[in-house]
């Protein structure tokens, strides 16, 4: 292998283990806001749960701030892109239940990250940090389900006194984020049979909708 090969191979490698060790600080902070809360958290609490010095971390990370801001875009970010992938459905309608399944999938599949952003005591650096995302709208999970149910509203699908669609997107989002929390945070309660969260969220925007709509048997 020339010199230069080995060079650029080395220069790669560097810059992996440089990416890993970014995303090992990422992971430990994000599950110690959850447990421990962002403002009780420190840089060094963080290096510990890896085994680092403080002193590796601010070669990442300036301070808490820059490190509280990069979690939750790339966060929020991961949740809008999910949304987007259920693709250009032409039916408002249809698009709003898929939107509903796909949030659910983030949200299990992904739960240290959903735990962070939504069950996660609000602080002043996660709402600076949260603004930030917002600045980036084509990634903004909420302006994708707010634009398709007023998309549905102003289609005239649902009954005439469902016209906020505010309160509406507001209503499909709370009740599944009530069914994703109950089951992230009481699956383990054995006086409680629960059902899987998946089929229940599917059920409950199935009937959501259909309670909605203008003519349901349409």
């Known amino acids: 292998m ?24 990422l992971d430990a902070a994000r599950e110690l806001f959850v447990s421990e809360g962002v403002e009780a958290t420190t ?3 963080i290096a510990a749960r890896i085994g680092y010095t403080p002193t590796a971390i601010y070669h990442h990370f300036r301070d808490k701030d ?8 790339a966060d929020f970010s991961a949740l809008g892109l999910a949304m987007h992938k259920i693709g250009r459905i032409e039916n408002p309608v249809e698009r709003l239940k898929r ?3 796909a949030y659910t999938d983030f949200a299990l599949d992904n739960t240290s990250q959903y735990r962070f952003m939504f069950m996660t005591p609000p602080s002043q650096l996660l709402t600076e940090a ?5 600045k980036r709208p084509e990634e903004d999970a909420y302006v994708f389900l707010l ?7 102003e289609s005239g699908a649902f009954r005439p006194e469902l016209n906020d669609p505010i309160e509406i997107a507001q209503m499909f989002w709370g009740g599944i ?3 994703i929390s109950l089951w992230l945070t009481h699956c383990g309660n054995d006086h409680i049979t629960f059902r899987d969260p998946r089929e229940t969220v599917r059920t409950m925007c199935d009937n ?11």
């Open 2 to 25: 020339s010199t230069s090969a080995i060079r650029t191979a080395s220069l790669a490698r560097r810059e992996r283990q440089k990416a890993e060790t970014r995303q090992a600080i």
């Open 43 to 45: 840089m060094r609490a």
């Open 66 to 73: 820059a490190l509280i801001v990069e979690l939750c875009m």
């Open 99 to 101: 939107m509903g399944y």
């Open 130 to 134: 949260h603004e930030q995302v917002l």
């Open 147 to 153: 634009g398709t149910v007023t998309e549905a509203v």
């Open 177 to 179: 984020h009530g069914i």
């Open 208 to 218: 959501l909708v259909r309670g909605a709509l203008r003519n349901p048997l349409a």
